[in-house]
């Protein structure tokens, strides 16, 4: 894998409303994390931020940092911890980051993706069903793959494929449960049974009583509201 560069200021202003001006002038704030040491809160610009992030690696790229100011070291390998962004606007608004060796494994989740067409799908007429997207794996991080593949193209109509049956790079290994299903060929008929399968008795009912629950008090409040009426026209009387 190769690395990708991107340059940092070093973080005095502290504090929210010193965050959000940063982000108004198009900075993200961030910190840098490494076992033993005093984080170190940096400042990046968020285009080249955003370039960084938008290569085949995705958020597992490997980044050569350089942080102007920095006196301890002229330039750090760090991995991206935690990305946050607003909700509302899908901008970044801060940016976790973890210093490695690249002498130590690491664990990283990455995409799962299917191989092929399969035989139950491509002659038998069945419905491919995609479970597991992606895996933990355990590497140097020079060996994170961009994704991992399952080959499908013999899979048969009732069959499945597991964790145990993706076939990783040398020197990477996939953590989890072997045997967890990632991929599998149905039946239409089971998969439109399955989506269209009714909740529990219990869930089925549960609006039915609430609507008859609705009801009953609704009544009781109409009787309530007639009760005066009808005394004022027993008066009347």
């Avoid at 149905?186 to 089925?204: D, N, S």
């Avoid at 039915?208 to 609704?218: G, N």
């Amino acid at each position: 894998m190769d690395f990708v560069e991107l340059k940092a200021s070093l973080r005095e202003e502290k504090g929210k409303e010193k965050n959000k001006k940063l982000r108004n002038a198009g900075m993200v704030p961030g910190v840098v994390y490494r076992k033993g040491e005093a984080a170190l809160s940096l400042k990046v610009d968020s285009k080249s931020l955003s370039k960084v992030l938008h290569t085949d690696a995705g958020e597992n790229v490997i980044i050569k940092l350089f942080v102007e100011g920095d006196k301890k070291k002229k330039e750090r390998i760090v991995v991206i911890k935690e990305l946050q962004r607003n909700p509302f606007k899908d901008v970044l608004v801060h940016l976790d980051l973890n210093e490695i060796s690249l002498t130590e494994t690491l664990k990283v989740k990455v995409p799962l993706m299917a191989k092929g067409e399969a035989i139950g799908v491509k002659q038998e007429g069945g419905v491919l069903q995609h479970i597991i997207w992606e895996v933990e794996v355990e590497c140097l991080p020079t060996n994170i793959p961009d994704k991992l593949e399952v080959d499908i193209t013999n899979l048969k109509m009732g069959e499945t494929l597991s964790i145990k049956d993706v076939r990783p790079p040398e020197g990477v290994k996939i953590l989890g449960d072997p045997e967890s299903i990632v991929v599998s060929v149905e039946h239409v008929k089971t998969v439109e049974e399955t989506v269209a399968a009714p909740a529990a008795e219990g869930e089925a009912l549960e609006p039915e009583l609430i609507r008859e629950k609705k009801e009953k008090e609704d009544a009781e409040e109409d009787e309530k509201a007639e009760a005066p009426k009808q005394e004022k026209k027993e008066e009347k009387k």
